[in-house]
């Protein structure tokens, strides 16, 4: 139940992330910038300002605003919620593998820490 909770959850977040991108990337074509050769392309350097009314740049300043605070509240909280459910990649495969077997000790010298020399003796 809880999963299912935290599924719907995430689910909405997403699609509340990518309504609030679309409507934000709306939101900066729609402004004219200070270079008016891309807002000619969309109907004049003044098309905004005739949908919007004489004080589009202050709504569209405050709107622009307010979905940029929503997108990186939005950012953040996917980034919550997904680290929350994941494990690390590492540990999962450490989980999967099995331990390798020692066929044989090797005898190590205590004081050095480095494995005892085979003594060279010829072969009869």
Same mark, same amino acid.
């Given at each position: 139940?809880?999963?299912?909770?935290?599924?719907?959850? *995430?689910?909405?977040?997403?699609?509340?992330?990518?309504?609030?991108?679309?409507?934000?990337?709306?939101?900066?074509?729609?402004?004219?910038? @200070?270079?008016?050769?891309?807002?000619?392309? *969309?109907?004049?350097? @003044?098309?905004?300002?005739?949908?919007?009314?004489?004080?589009?740049?202050?709504?569209?300043? @405050?709107?622009?605003?307010?979905?940029?605070?929503? *997108?990186?509240?939005?950012?953040?909280?996917?980034?919550?919620?997904?680290?929350?459910?994941? @494990?690390?990649?590492?540990?999962?495969?450490?989980?999967?593998?099995?331990?390798?077997?020692?066929?044989? #000790?090797?005898?190590?010298? #205590?004081?050095?820490?480095? #494995?005892?020399?085979? #003594?060279?003796?010829?072969?009869?």
């Amino acid at each position: 139940m809880k999963k299912v909770k935290y599924r719907l959850m *995430f689910t909405l977040l997403v699609v509340l992330h990518i309504f609030v991108s679309v409507l934000l990337i709306g939101a900066v074509l729609i402004q004219s910038g @200070r270079g008016a050769a891309t807002a000619n392309i *969309f109907g004049g350097a @003044r098309a905004a300002e005739n949908v919007f009314g004489a004080s589009t740049p202050s709504i569209l300043n @405050r709107i622009t605003t307010v979905l940029a605070a929503l *997108f990186i509240i939005t950012s953040i909280s996917l980034t919550i919620f997904a680290g929350k459910n994941q @494990r690390s990649v590492i540990k999962r495969s450490l989980k999967t593998l099995p331990a390798p077997a020692q066929e044989f #000790p090797v005898p190590v010298n #205590p004081t050095t820490a480095i #494995p005892n020399p085979v #003594p060279n003796t010829p072969a009869k």
